[in-house]
């Protein structure tokens, strides 16, 4: 690769990483915090999150009548019936009050006695108030477009930092695949931030192209080229209506929605969705616990004759969107359980860590009484990295806005100061920027 590429690859690199710098590392904490959400939310809530199992438990119908005896007040829209008997049965509600930060009320029951346990918001303000902050930084819309921004500036930054990374000899262990401990402070700092990120770039890569199926200019660009493959499948979830029989018509118990799921999915989770009116019929949602995609099927019952009108299973789904379903687990780490949530938790740390590696860097670098700022260069723009800008405004259009943006702005201050500076304190040359492996930097 030549060294006008080079150069604009690191230009690019250092300023993306300056610029997304703060909103990075505020998606990365959070996103570490939130990778553990279930099992923190267990632990602080141990009450009502898990019972001891006894004989066989009571019907779905019989924990929804204990519900409405117990609230009055509150109706019952769905109940969530867990795989595992250790754990309480969950009846989320609609009432008169107003939720914190947009959660639904869930009241916990216990599944063997129909005891109400307690209530509460369906997830505890704590994590409502993180995940609000990860996808919108409390700032609605445009605090999404941020968030999006960053995200793609981000895959960006790991895939010119693999370029920039990339040694003349891949045998090279100390500095390439080992950092160097032992060396000067900006040295040891590169290597941190360039051998960790290293590793886990493909996993970042997939962290970060999974979360932008929760933005809104690229979500909305995916769904236009692929026909709403990027929303979550709508005909996987439809149901059919149904129609009364007669206007007297009695409903069957709800139990019979859960026995029909069981027996298609038996040994996992379950959540049925009551209806609303009359032609609403038994929606059942199975998810699996470890491993699976976030919806397993999708299963209907007709209210009034008990029969199965829906059983949709993601593996009939077409590509794209059997796809859609494995986005939530890959992007939070469930995919395999566990362990790949430690390694999920474990890469935003590492991402929290570039950012800050970034930064520290310049400061230690950037010589006294100036910026260390990269010098502009020539306007002229190098094929490669015109057709890079190509690809990034197709693949990720705010990253290819911003790219034009930034080249247009480049364009008019080379206009304007054509002149040579007399400011001691200008731009330091362009010949500082890329330190690799081999090279032996004083501090």
């Known amino acids: 690769?030549?060294?006008?590429?080079?150069?604009?690859?690191?230009?690019?690199?250092?300023?993306?990483?300056?610029?997304?710098?703060?909103?990075?590392?505020?998606?990365?904490?959070?996103?570490?915090?939130?990778?553990?959400?279930g099992e923190i939310e267990d632990a602080a809530r141990p009450d009502l999150a898990f019972v001891q199992p006894s004989s066989e438990p009571k019907s779905v119908d019989e924990l929804l009548a204990a519900v409405q005896v117990a609230h009055p007040d509150k109706k019952p829209v769905r109940i969530s019936v867990p795989a595992d008997r250790g754990r309480s049965v969950v009846v989320q509600v609609?009432?008169?009050?107003?939720?914190?930060?947009?959660?639904?009320?869930?009241?916990?029951?216990?599944?063997?006695?129909?005891e109400i346990l307690g209530d509460g918001p369906s997830r505890s303000v704590f994590f409502a108030g993180v995940l609000k902050l990860h996808r919108t930084l409390f700032a609605g819309t445009t605090g999404r477009i941020a968030v999006e921004l960053t995200t793609s500036w981000t895959i960006v930054l790991l895939v010119s930092?693999?370029?920039?990374?990339?040694?003349?000899?891949?045998?090279?262990?100390?500095?390439?695949?080992?950092?160097?401990?032992?060396?000067?402070?900006?040295?040891?700092?590169?290597?941190?931030h360039t051998v960790p990120g290293v590793y886990l770039a493909p996993i970042a890569a997939v962290v970060a192209v999974t979360g932008l199926f929760y933005t809104v200019v690229w979500l909305w660009g995916y769904n236009q080229a692929t026909g709403n493959a990027?929303?979550?499948?709508?005909?996987?979830?439809a149901v059919p209506d149904v129609q009364p029989p007669t206007l007297t018509a009695r409903r069957v118990p709800s139990e019979l929605a859960l026995v029909a799921a069981r027996e298609r999915w038996p040994g996992l989770d379950y959540s049925?969705?009551?209806?609303?009116?009359?032609?609403?019929?038994?929606?059942?949602?199975?998810?699996?616990?470890?491993?699976?995609?976030?919806?397993c099927g999708i299963v209907g019952v007709d209210p009034f004759t008990g029969t199965v009108i829906a059983d949709n299973r993601y593996d009939n789904l077409p590509l794209l969107q059997w796809a859609r379903v494995w986005v939530l687990p890959l992007h939070m780490g469930t995919i395999a359980g566990t362990p790949t949530k430690i390694l999920a938790f474990v890469t935003c740390l590492v991402l929290s860590g570039l950012a800050v590696s970034g930064v520290w860097m310049w400061l230690v670098r950037r010589p006294h009484g100036r910026t260390g700022f990269p010098r502009t260069v020539d306007s002229s723009v190098p094929k490669p990295a015109a057709l890079l800008i190509v690809v990034l405004a197709v693949l990720l259009p705010t990253v290819g806005i911003s790219l034009v943006l930034v080249l247009i702005g480049e364009g008019l201050l080379l206009r304007f100061t054509r002149r040579p500076s007399t400011n001691p304190a200008a731009d330091v040359p362009s010949s500082i920027p890329v330190i690799t492996a081999t090279d032996k930097v004083s501090s």
């Open 161 to 192: 930092g693999l370029v920039l990374w990339w040694p003349k000899r891949l045998t090279q262990l100390w500095g390439v695949w080992l950092p160097r401990l032992r060396s000067s402070r900006y040295v040891v700092l590169r290597d941190l």
């Open 230 to 237: 990027g929303n979550f499948p709508s005909a996987f979830r």
């Open 94 to 114: 609609e009432s008169n009050e107003t939720p914190a930060l947009g959660q639904t009320r869930a009241v916990y029951v216990n599944p063997y006695t129909a």
């Open 272 to 295: 049925l969705q009551l209806p609303k009116k009359p032609s609403d019929a038994y929606i059942v949602t199975v998810r699996g616990e470890n491993g699976g995609p976030s919806i």
């Open 1 to 37: 690769m030549g060294s006008s590429f080079l150069r604009r690859v690191w230009r690019w690199h250092f300023w993306a990483g300056l610029v997304a710098c703060p909103v990075l590392l505020v998606i990365a904490v959070t996103g570490a915090i939130y990778v553990f959400r």
